[in-house]
Structure formats: C-alpha cells, structure tokens
C-alpha cells in the first residue's frame, strides 16, 4: 500500500516539475527571446519569399515576351550563332589581342 503512495507521489512530483519547466521555456525570459527571435527569422524569410516570388514573375513577362518576339530570335542567331542574310557579309573583330597603341 505504501508502495502506491510512493509511485503517485513520485509521478505528482514528475508532472510538477513538467509543468514548471514548461512553463519557464514558453513564458519564461528565454521563451520569450526565442519567440521573438524566431518571428524576426519567420519574417525575413518571408521577405526574401516575396522578392524571389517578384523576380519569378519578372521573369515569366520576360520568356513571353522573348517567346512572342521575332527580333529577339534575329537578334540571337545574329550575336550567338553568327547567322547572316543571304546578302550581308560577317565581320569579326578579335578583341583579346594586345592593342598596338598601348
């Protein structure tokens, strides 16, 4: 019997040391510090979402716009491929040597 009383006893001391250690790291000081510092993290966060949300859309108007854009295709096989028209004649120009002047 004594047995029993001393089993409850230890659980009612167990659940009061819970209780009093929950609520130090939930209202405590240090609760609070945490709290406030993981909001400040929360919302950088999502900050940093909104302006990667703004670039993406930026860029989605872009890729359409390059899709619907004739002069962007010309322009590119112009400048990357080196594509000419039948009757135009390419020049190149070789900028890594040494320039004489100097």
Known sequence: MQMKYFFNFIILLSL???VINSFSIFIGDDGRKLNNELKS???SYKNERDLIFDMNETL???IISIQMSDS???SYAREKLDLVKPDEVLI???????NPNE
Do not use: H, P, W
């Open 16 to 18: 009061i040391f819970l």
């Open 41 to 43: 993290e929360l919302s």
């Open 60 to 62: 989605e108007e872009e």
């Open 72 to 74: 962007f295709v010309e």
């Open 92 to 98: 190149e120009i070789d900028i890594t040597k040494d």
